[in-house]
Protein backbone atom coordinates (compact mmCIF):
# COMPACT_ATOMS: atom_id res chain seq x y z
CA UNK A 1 0.00 0.00 0.00
CA UNK A 2 1.50 3.37 -1.17
CA UNK A 3 1.85 6.10 1.89
CA UNK A 4 0.44 9.82 0.56
CA UNK A 5 0.96 12.91 1.53
CA UNK A 6 -1.08 16.23 1.77
CA UNK A 7 0.31 19.51 1.73
CA UNK A 8 -1.75 22.93 2.54
CA UNK A 9 -0.04 26.25 1.88
CA UNK A 10 -0.49 29.43 3.35
CA UNK A 11 0.68 32.63 1.60
CA UNK A 12 3.74 33.23 -0.65
CA UNK A 13 5.03 32.24 -3.68
CA UNK A 14 7.85 31.32 -1.65
CA UNK A 15 5.90 28.55 -0.04
CA UNK A 16 4.40 27.46 -2.84
CA UNK A 17 7.47 26.25 -4.26
CA UNK A 18 8.66 25.45 -0.77
CA UNK A 19 5.68 22.90 -0.78
CA UNK A 20 6.34 21.60 -4.05
CA UNK A 21 9.90 21.02 -3.51
CA UNK A 22 8.59 18.59 -0.16
CA UNK A 23 6.68 16.38 -2.53
CA UNK A 24 9.89 16.17 -4.45
CA UNK A 25 12.10 15.40 -0.94
CA UNK A 26 8.87 12.82 0.30
CA UNK A 27 8.47 11.18 -2.57
CA UNK A 28 12.40 9.67 -2.54
CA UNK A 29 11.09 7.74 0.39
CA UNK A 30 7.50 6.42 -1.49
CA UNK A 31 5.03 9.06 -0.73
CA UNK A 32 3.22 10.32 -3.16
CA UNK A 33 1.00 13.57 -3.29
CA UNK A 34 -2.70 13.26 -2.96
CA UNK A 35 -5.55 16.22 -2.64
CA UNK A 36 -7.77 14.09 -0.73
CA UNK A 37 -6.88 14.78 2.84
CA UNK A 38 -8.64 11.86 4.95
CA UNK A 39 -6.17 9.84 2.38
CA UNK A 40 -3.12 11.00 3.56
CA UNK A 41 -0.76 9.45 6.09
CA UNK A 42 1.32 12.21 6.16
CA UNK A 43 0.17 15.93 6.13
CA UNK A 44 2.27 19.12 6.32
CA UNK A 45 0.83 22.52 6.89
CA UNK A 46 3.23 24.80 5.38
CA UNK A 47 2.91 28.01 7.31
CA UNK A 48 2.95 31.99 6.58
CA UNK A 49 3.37 34.66 9.24
CA UNK A 50 2.67 37.66 7.18
CA UNK A 51 -0.94 38.06 7.82
CA UNK A 52 -2.76 38.89 10.72
CA UNK A 53 -3.53 35.63 13.02
CA UNK A 54 -1.35 33.47 10.96
CA UNK A 55 -0.72 31.06 14.38
CA UNK A 56 -4.00 30.85 15.13
CA UNK A 57 -5.42 29.85 11.65
CA UNK A 58 -2.49 26.90 11.99
CA UNK A 59 -4.14 25.88 15.34
CA UNK A 60 -7.63 25.85 13.67
CA UNK A 61 -6.61 23.74 10.60
CA UNK A 62 -5.38 21.04 13.13
CA UNK A 63 -8.57 21.12 14.93
CA UNK A 64 -10.25 20.16 11.61
CA UNK A 65 -7.79 17.99 10.84
CA UNK A 66 -8.44 16.17 14.07
CA UNK A 67 -11.78 15.91 13.72
CA UNK A 68 -11.44 14.35 10.09
CA UNK A 69 -9.29 11.54 11.61
CA UNK A 70 -11.30 11.34 14.57
CA UNK A 71 -11.96 7.50 13.50
CA UNK A 72 -9.10 7.00 11.10
CA UNK A 73 -5.44 6.32 11.83
CA UNK A 74 -3.64 9.56 12.58
CA UNK A 75 -0.91 10.76 10.25
CA UNK A 76 2.11 12.23 11.04
CA UNK A 77 1.38 15.87 11.67
CA UNK A 78 4.05 18.03 10.18
CA UNK A 79 4.04 22.27 10.67
CA UNK A 80 6.84 23.60 8.39
CA UNK A 81 7.23 27.60 7.01
CA UNK A 82 7.41 30.87 9.17
CA UNK A 83 5.21 29.97 11.84
CA UNK A 84 6.90 27.29 12.93
CA UNK A 85 10.13 28.90 12.68
CA UNK A 86 8.44 31.55 14.68
CA UNK A 87 6.82 29.27 17.26
CA UNK A 88 9.30 26.64 17.59
CA UNK A 89 9.18 24.37 20.53
CA UNK A 90 5.86 26.10 21.64
CA UNK A 91 3.43 24.65 18.98
CA UNK A 92 4.82 21.37 19.98
CA UNK A 93 4.11 22.37 23.81
CA UNK A 94 0.62 23.56 22.78
CA UNK A 95 -0.63 20.54 20.36
CA UNK A 96 0.51 17.36 21.19
CA UNK A 97 -1.35 16.07 17.57
CA UNK A 98 2.13 17.81 16.05
CA UNK A 99 4.94 15.54 15.32
CA UNK A 100 6.97 17.68 14.10
CA UNK A 101 7.92 21.54 13.74
CA UNK A 102 10.35 22.05 10.54
CA UNK A 103 11.51 25.94 9.66
CA UNK A 104 11.79 27.49 6.09
CA UNK A 105 15.59 26.37 6.10
CA UNK A 106 15.52 23.07 7.46
CA UNK A 107 12.57 21.52 5.41
CA UNK A 108 15.07 19.48 3.48
CA UNK A 109 15.65 17.53 6.17
CA UNK A 110 12.14 16.44 6.03
CA UNK A 111 12.39 13.07 4.68
CA UNK A 112 15.53 11.79 7.27
CA UNK A 113 12.78 13.31 10.00
CA UNK A 114 10.40 11.24 9.03
CA UNK A 115 12.08 7.60 8.71
CA UNK A 116 13.28 9.34 12.18
CA UNK A 117 9.69 9.33 14.08
CA UNK A 118 8.26 6.09 12.17
CA UNK A 119 11.08 4.35 13.96
CA UNK A 120 11.23 6.30 17.29
CA UNK A 121 7.47 8.24 17.59
CA UNK A 122 9.87 10.64 18.61
CA UNK A 123 8.65 14.89 18.21
CA UNK A 124 11.30 16.54 16.09
CA UNK A 125 11.83 20.26 15.94
CA UNK A 126 14.00 21.63 12.92
CA UNK A 127 14.14 25.39 13.01
CA UNK A 128 18.22 26.45 12.43
CA UNK A 129 18.98 28.40 9.73
CA UNK A 130 20.68 26.13 7.37
CA UNK A 131 20.05 27.67 4.09
CA UNK A 132 23.57 26.98 2.69
CA UNK A 133 23.11 22.83 2.98
CA UNK A 134 18.95 23.43 1.87
CA UNK A 135 19.86 24.63 -1.32
CA UNK A 136 23.26 22.25 -1.78
CA UNK A 137 20.71 18.91 -1.25
CA UNK A 138 17.50 20.26 -3.19
CA UNK A 139 19.65 20.60 -6.22
CA UNK A 140 20.03 16.69 -6.20
CA UNK A 141 16.02 16.75 -6.19
CA UNK A 142 14.76 17.00 -9.45
CA UNK A 143 11.14 18.34 -9.58
CA UNK A 144 8.48 15.77 -10.50
CA UNK A 145 5.17 17.90 -11.96
CA UNK A 146 5.98 19.57 -15.09
CA UNK A 147 4.34 22.95 -15.26
CA UNK A 148 3.72 25.65 -18.10
CA UNK A 149 4.57 28.78 -15.43
CA UNK A 150 7.17 27.19 -12.59
CA UNK A 151 8.81 29.05 -9.65
CA UNK A 152 12.89 28.84 -9.19
CA UNK A 153 14.19 30.28 -5.69
CA UNK A 154 17.41 31.93 -6.21
CA UNK A 155 17.57 33.82 -2.81
CA UNK A 156 16.13 34.09 0.69
CA UNK A 157 16.18 36.05 3.85
CA UNK A 158 15.86 39.74 4.39
CA UNK A 159 18.47 42.18 5.56
CA UNK A 160 15.87 45.02 5.23
CA UNK A 161 14.48 44.78 8.83
CA UNK A 162 11.37 46.67 7.66
CA UNK A 163 9.68 47.77 11.13
CA UNK A 164 6.38 45.34 10.65
CA UNK A 165 8.03 43.30 9.07
CA UNK A 166 8.89 39.65 10.73
CA UNK A 167 10.73 37.66 7.72
CA UNK A 168 14.24 38.87 8.81
CA UNK A 169 13.20 36.53 11.76
CA UNK A 170 12.19 33.57 10.50
CA UNK A 171 13.94 33.29 6.95
CA UNK A 172 17.22 34.96 8.33
CA UNK A 173 19.87 37.12 6.62
CA UNK A 174 19.45 37.38 2.82
CA UNK A 175 21.50 34.33 1.31
CA UNK A 176 22.16 34.12 -2.53
CA UNK A 177 21.88 30.80 -4.35
CA UNK A 178 24.32 29.76 -6.79
CA UNK A 179 24.36 31.08 -10.12
CA UNK A 180 25.54 27.14 -11.61
CA UNK A 181 22.36 25.77 -9.51
CA UNK A 182 19.80 27.91 -10.33
CA UNK A 183 20.30 27.62 -14.36
CA UNK A 184 20.86 24.31 -13.74
CA UNK A 185 17.84 24.20 -12.20
CA UNK A 186 15.81 26.70 -14.95
CA UNK A 187 17.37 24.08 -17.35
CA UNK A 188 15.66 21.19 -16.52
CA UNK A 189 12.15 22.47 -15.83
CA UNK A 190 12.41 23.68 -19.18
CA UNK A 191 13.27 20.20 -20.69
CA UNK A 192 10.31 19.21 -18.91
CA UNK A 193 7.99 21.84 -20.84
CA UNK A 194 8.07 24.88 -18.50
CA UNK A 195 7.57 28.19 -21.13
CA UNK A 196 7.55 31.00 -18.26
CA UNK A 197 10.49 30.99 -15.64
CA UNK A 198 9.48 32.81 -12.16
CA UNK A 199 12.66 33.85 -10.31
CA UNK A 200 11.42 34.49 -6.75
CA UNK A 201 13.15 35.51 -3.36
CA UNK A 202 12.32 37.61 -0.75
CA UNK A 203 14.44 40.45 -1.50
CA UNK A 204 15.10 39.05 -4.98
CA UNK A 205 16.56 42.17 -6.58
CA UNK A 206 19.34 41.75 -3.78
CA UNK A 207 20.36 38.78 -5.32
CA UNK A 208 24.26 38.86 -5.05
CA UNK A 209 26.40 35.42 -5.55
CA UNK A 210 29.92 35.62 -6.21
CA UNK A 211 32.26 32.81 -7.32
CA UNK A 212 36.05 32.46 -8.32
CA UNK A 213 36.11 36.67 -8.23
CA UNK A 214 33.33 37.08 -10.56
CA UNK A 215 29.94 38.61 -8.75
CA UNK A 216 26.38 37.39 -10.65
CA UNK A 217 23.54 39.72 -10.38
CA UNK A 218 19.31 39.00 -10.90
CA UNK A 219 20.44 40.93 -14.16
CA UNK A 220 22.84 37.93 -14.82
CA UNK A 221 20.28 35.17 -14.40
CA UNK A 222 17.48 36.90 -16.49
CA UNK A 223 20.49 37.72 -19.62
CA UNK A 224 21.06 33.84 -19.37
CA UNK A 225 17.61 32.85 -19.24
CA UNK A 226 16.77 35.09 -21.94
CA UNK A 227 19.56 33.12 -24.18
CA UNK A 228 17.39 29.76 -23.96
CA UNK A 229 15.40 28.92 -26.73
CA UNK A 230 12.65 27.26 -25.11
CA UNK A 231 11.39 29.47 -22.68
CA UNK A 232 9.00 31.99 -23.62
CA UNK A 233 8.78 34.59 -20.71
CA UNK A 234 11.00 35.54 -17.53
CA UNK A 235 9.16 37.20 -14.07
CA UNK A 236 10.56 38.04 -10.77
CA UNK A 237 9.48 39.04 -7.36
CA UNK A 238 9.47 40.31 -4.74
CA UNK A 239 11.77 43.87 -5.40
CA UNK A 240 12.67 46.18 -2.89
CA UNK A 241 13.11 49.96 -4.18
CA UNK A 242 16.77 50.06 -2.91
CA UNK A 243 18.19 47.20 -4.84
CA UNK A 244 16.95 48.38 -8.50
CA UNK A 245 19.79 49.19 -10.33
CA UNK A 246 20.92 50.41 -13.11
CA UNK A 247 22.16 46.80 -14.60
CA UNK A 248 18.57 45.26 -13.53
CA UNK A 249 16.29 48.06 -15.25
CA UNK A 250 18.67 47.18 -18.60
CA UNK A 251 17.00 44.21 -18.81
CA UNK A 252 13.85 45.49 -19.06
CA UNK A 253 15.01 47.35 -22.75
CA UNK A 254 17.64 44.38 -23.74
CA UNK A 255 15.55 41.28 -23.21
CA UNK A 256 12.27 40.50 -24.83
CA UNK A 257 11.43 37.60 -23.16
CA UNK A 258 11.50 39.42 -19.41
CA UNK A 259 7.90 40.55 -19.33
CA UNK A 260 7.40 43.93 -19.10
CA UNK A 261 5.84 43.68 -15.85
CA UNK A 262 7.16 44.35 -12.06
CA UNK A 263 5.78 44.02 -8.77
CA UNK A 264 7.30 46.68 -6.66
CA UNK A 265 6.19 47.17 -3.14
CA UNK A 266 6.08 50.85 -1.81
CA UNK A 267 3.83 50.19 1.16
CA UNK A 268 2.73 53.86 1.68
CA UNK A 269 3.08 57.25 -0.04
CA UNK A 270 4.02 59.32 2.81
CA UNK A 271 7.81 59.72 3.97
CA UNK A 272 6.89 60.13 7.22
CA UNK A 273 5.39 56.70 6.86
CA UNK A 274 8.27 55.39 5.02
CA UNK A 275 10.65 56.49 7.70
CA UNK A 276 8.40 54.78 10.33
CA UNK A 277 8.55 51.52 8.58
CA UNK A 278 12.30 51.42 8.35
CA UNK A 279 11.87 51.19 4.50
CA UNK A 280 14.98 52.92 3.93
CA UNK A 281 13.81 55.02 0.32
CA UNK A 282 11.45 58.17 0.24
CA UNK A 283 8.66 58.49 -2.59
CA UNK A 284 10.53 60.69 -4.51
CA UNK A 285 13.55 58.21 -4.65
CA UNK A 286 10.61 55.47 -5.74
CA UNK A 287 8.97 57.63 -8.70
CA UNK A 288 12.92 58.40 -9.81
CA UNK A 289 12.93 53.99 -10.53
CA UNK A 290 9.52 54.43 -11.52
CA UNK A 291 10.54 57.14 -14.13
CA UNK A 292 13.90 55.50 -15.14
CA UNK A 293 11.92 51.86 -15.84
CA UNK A 294 9.46 54.00 -18.17
CA UNK A 295 12.59 55.14 -20.23
CA UNK A 296 14.58 51.50 -20.53
CA UNK A 297 10.49 50.13 -21.28
CA UNK A 298 7.29 52.44 -22.50
CA UNK A 299 5.45 49.35 -21.94
CA UNK A 300 6.04 48.42 -18.59
CA UNK A 301 3.57 48.43 -16.06
CA UNK A 302 3.63 48.12 -12.14
CA UNK A 303 2.05 46.41 -9.08
CA UNK A 304 2.68 47.05 -5.66
CA UNK A 305 1.79 46.26 -1.86
CA UNK A 306 0.22 48.86 0.16
CA UNK A 307 -0.39 48.71 4.34
CA UNK A 308 -3.54 51.18 6.10
CA UNK A 309 -3.08 52.27 9.00
CA UNK A 310 0.28 51.89 9.92
CA UNK A 311 1.10 53.42 13.71
CA UNK A 312 0.83 57.13 13.38
CA UNK A 313 -0.66 57.37 10.01
CA UNK A 314 -2.35 60.72 9.61
CA UNK A 315 -5.22 61.57 6.89
CA UNK A 316 -2.47 63.57 5.42
CA UNK A 317 0.26 60.62 5.16
CA UNK A 318 -3.36 58.47 3.94
CA UNK A 319 -3.84 61.24 0.66
CA UNK A 320 -0.56 60.95 0.20
CA UNK A 321 -0.59 56.98 -0.77
CA UNK A 322 -3.96 58.13 -2.83
CA UNK A 323 -2.11 60.63 -4.77
CA UNK A 324 0.86 58.04 -5.41
CA UNK A 325 -1.45 55.26 -6.99
CA UNK A 326 -3.03 57.83 -9.34
CA UNK A 327 -0.04 59.01 -10.39
CA UNK A 328 1.33 55.52 -10.84
CA UNK A 329 -1.63 54.15 -12.05
CA UNK A 330 -0.98 50.60 -10.58
CA UNK A 331 -2.61 48.53 -12.20
CA UNK A 332 -2.81 45.43 -9.38
CA UNK A 333 -1.96 45.77 -6.14
CA UNK A 334 -2.39 44.13 -2.59
CA UNK A 335 -3.69 46.06 0.17
CA UNK A 336 -3.92 45.42 3.98
CA UNK A 337 -4.75 46.95 7.16
CA UNK A 338 -1.65 47.10 9.61
CA UNK A 339 -1.13 44.23 11.94
CA UNK A 340 1.29 43.68 14.55
CA UNK A 341 3.41 40.60 14.29
CA UNK A 342 4.80 39.72 17.19
CA UNK A 343 8.48 40.35 17.69
CA UNK A 344 9.38 43.31 15.68
CA UNK A 345 9.60 46.41 16.21
CA UNK A 346 6.22 47.96 15.01
CA UNK A 347 3.78 45.32 17.39
CA UNK A 348 4.76 47.52 20.31
CA UNK A 349 3.76 50.42 18.70
CA UNK A 350 -0.38 52.07 19.54
CA UNK A 351 -2.89 50.86 16.66
CA UNK A 352 -4.83 53.35 14.77
CA UNK A 353 -8.63 53.37 15.28
CA UNK A 354 -9.86 50.14 13.70
CA UNK A 355 -13.17 51.57 11.97
CA UNK A 356 -11.12 54.21 10.25
CA UNK A 357 -8.51 52.13 9.10
CA UNK A 358 -11.47 49.89 7.85
CA UNK A 359 -12.67 52.85 5.81
CA UNK A 360 -8.88 53.97 4.79
CA UNK A 361 -8.56 50.76 2.90
CA UNK A 362 -11.85 50.57 1.49
CA UNK A 363 -11.20 53.85 -0.57
CA UNK A 364 -7.65 52.92 -1.35
CA UNK A 365 -8.97 49.40 -2.34
CA UNK A 366 -12.09 51.75 -4.73
CA UNK A 367 -9.11 53.91 -6.08
CA UNK A 368 -7.20 50.82 -7.36
CA UNK A 369 -10.02 48.82 -8.78
CA UNK A 370 -11.40 51.98 -10.83
CA UNK A 371 -7.36 51.94 -12.51
CA UNK A 372 -7.86 47.83 -12.57
CA UNK A 373 -10.86 48.32 -14.67
CA UNK A 374 -9.85 51.11 -16.68
CA UNK A 375 -6.60 48.85 -17.57
CA UNK A 376 -8.96 46.22 -18.79
CA UNK A 377 -10.93 47.99 -20.73
CA UNK A 378 -8.07 49.15 -22.69
CA UNK A 379 -7.61 45.45 -23.73
CA UNK A 380 -10.97 45.78 -25.59
CA UNK A 381 -11.28 44.85 -28.88
CA UNK A 382 -7.26 44.70 -29.06
CA UNK A 383 -5.02 41.37 -29.73
CA UNK A 384 -2.56 40.50 -26.77
CA UNK A 385 -0.38 37.93 -26.31
CA UNK A 386 -1.19 35.13 -23.71
CA UNK A 387 0.67 32.19 -22.85
CA UNK A 388 -1.71 29.44 -22.29
CA UNK A 389 -1.81 27.64 -19.50
CA UNK A 390 -4.26 25.08 -20.01
CA UNK A 391 -7.43 23.77 -20.87
CA UNK A 392 -10.52 25.07 -19.37
CA UNK A 393 -13.30 22.20 -20.23
CA UNK A 394 -13.99 20.52 -23.56
CA UNK A 395 -15.63 23.22 -25.64
CA UNK A 396 -12.39 24.66 -26.76
CA UNK A 397 -12.12 26.94 -23.82
CA UNK A 398 -8.33 27.98 -22.68
CA UNK A 399 -6.85 29.21 -19.56
CA UNK A 400 -3.60 31.74 -19.78
CA UNK A 401 -2.02 35.12 -18.94
CA UNK A 402 -0.70 38.63 -20.57
CA UNK A 403 2.49 39.31 -20.23
CA UNK A 404 1.35 42.07 -17.40
CA UNK A 405 -0.32 38.50 -15.41
CA UNK A 406 -3.64 39.40 -16.17
CA UNK A 407 -6.06 36.00 -16.10
CA UNK A 408 -7.91 35.47 -19.74
CA UNK A 409 -10.29 33.27 -20.97
CA UNK A 410 -10.71 32.33 -24.75
CA UNK A 411 -11.41 30.12 -27.33
CA UNK A 412 -9.82 29.06 -29.82
CA UNK A 413 -8.62 25.32 -31.66
CA UNK A 414 -5.32 23.58 -32.27
CA UNK A 415 -3.52 25.19 -29.78
CA UNK A 416 -1.80 23.45 -26.24
CA UNK A 417 -0.71 24.50 -22.80
CA UNK A 418 2.49 26.30 -23.34
CA UNK A 419 2.07 27.78 -26.46
CA UNK A 420 2.14 31.94 -27.27
CA UNK A 421 -1.34 32.80 -29.04
CA UNK A 422 -2.29 36.28 -29.73
CA UNK A 423 -5.96 36.62 -28.54
CA UNK A 424 -8.54 39.50 -29.50
CA UNK A 425 -10.44 40.72 -25.93
CA UNK A 426 -13.92 40.72 -26.58
CA UNK A 427 -15.17 41.43 -22.85
CA UNK A 428 -13.89 41.83 -19.59
CA UNK A 429 -14.47 41.91 -15.81
CA UNK A 430 -12.28 43.78 -12.76
CA UNK A 431 -9.62 41.05 -12.83
CA UNK A 432 -10.20 39.01 -15.88
CA UNK A 433 -9.95 39.47 -19.73
CA UNK A 434 -12.73 37.16 -22.39
CA UNK A 435 -12.35 36.60 -25.97
CA UNK A 436 -10.87 34.28 -28.62
CA UNK A 437 -7.98 33.51 -31.05
CA UNK A 438 -8.16 31.66 -34.61
CA UNK A 439 -4.36 30.18 -35.31
CA UNK A 440 -2.85 33.46 -34.41
CA UNK A 441 -0.12 31.21 -32.65
CA UNK A 442 3.37 33.17 -31.86
CA UNK A 443 6.63 31.43 -32.43
CA UNK A 444 9.32 31.72 -29.24
CA UNK A 445 11.86 33.47 -29.89
Known sequence: MSKKIFIKTF?????????????????????????IKKDANCIVLNTCNIR???KEKVYDEIGRIKKSFKNLKKPIMIISGCV????????IRREPYIDMVIGPQSYHKITDLILKYKGKKQKFNETEFDVIKKFDELQKIPHSENKISSYVTIQEGCDKFCNFCVVPYTRGPEHSRSFKQIIKEAGNLIDMGTKEIILLGQNVNAYNFVEQKKSYKLSSIIRELNSLKKISRIRYTTSHPKDMTKDLIDCFKDCKKLSPFLHLPI??????ILKKMNRKHTREYYLSIIEKLN??????????????????ETEKDFENTIDLIKEVGFINSYSFIFSPRPGTPAATKKVNNKSENLEKLKKLQSVLEIIQINNNKNYLNKYCEVLVENKVNENDKYFGRTKYMTPIIFESKNINPGDLVNVKVTSYSKKSLFGFSINNKIKAA
Request: proline share 2%.
Open 11 to 35: GCQMNEYDSNRIYDLTSKIGFTKTE
Open 52 to 54: EKA
Open 84 to 91: AQAESNEM
Open 267 to 272: QSGSNE
Open 295 to 312: KANKDIKISSDFIVGYPG
